[in-house]
């Protein structure tokens, strides 16, 4: 993998109205981590999904149930796998416009994959989402762990094989999950594999508080949001990661 054609395609998923806060935190945010190029996902918006667009490519599952801001956030995520596509970019960087990177986020990127030879179709997860490699599976000196799912959408790496093998597949099929639960069905009929990065290098803003969630509602923000969210953080990473059943059998052991 070369690391730097990871930057040189990055792309924001974002709404045009509603949400100026957002992109003033992204046109900001970005370049303070050293990635001053990016480019904003603006099609695909709620006003965009005409019923001829929904008939076309949403089946009536559980993406109905969560509502045209799930629809119309799968399907920009969908339009940046058109755009890899056509243009045939190897690899994109992906981030929703809440995302919220570490410091040193591109020197830590660059050296946690250095050593990433994959070309099969692979979606890499670097963000938190309260969800963590088990320490049973960790290893020195080891960032890429191969998983069963995947964890929300708020930052991923993906390649163009896996782009141009879930176009195939919704080809074929309509749309029936949301983008992140899709990934998981993907990774699951073999399409792609899904690995995770640990320590993950992103959050989500909207899940600590810092902005209100416009998938799952108002979540506290401000202070006391944030204060939640450090708790619940901790909570997760050092007990539910690695005393739930669920989430150590997620893992594929590697013995190499």
Known sequence: MQIDEIFEHVYVI????????????????LPQRDIPHFNYILDGDISDLTDDIIEK?????????EGKAAMSCTYKHILVYRE??????????????????????????????????????????????????????????????????TKRTGAYIVNLEAAKKMLEFLELNKYDYPIDHMHTKMSQHGFIDIYWLQPPLALQGSKNGMFDSFLSGNRRTGVAGQIAWFFKQRYHEYVTTNLSKKRIENFIMDRS
């Open 14 to 29: 974002h709404v045009r109205k509603g949400y100026e806060e957002r992109k003033k935190h992204i046109d900001k945010h």
């Open 57 to 65: 490519h949403f089946a009536k599952g559980d993406i109905f149930k």
């Open 84 to 149: 890899m596509v056509q243009k045939e970019i190897p690899y994109a960087l992906v981030f929703e416009d809440d995302v919220i990177l570490k410091k040193n986020f591109r020197k830590k990127l660059t050296r946690y994959l250095k050593d990433f030879t994959e070309t099969a179709p692979f979606l890499i997860n670097i963000e938190e989402a309260f969800e963590y490699v088990p320490l049973y599976f960790r290893k020195r000196d080891k960032y890429l762990y191969k998983a069963k799912k």
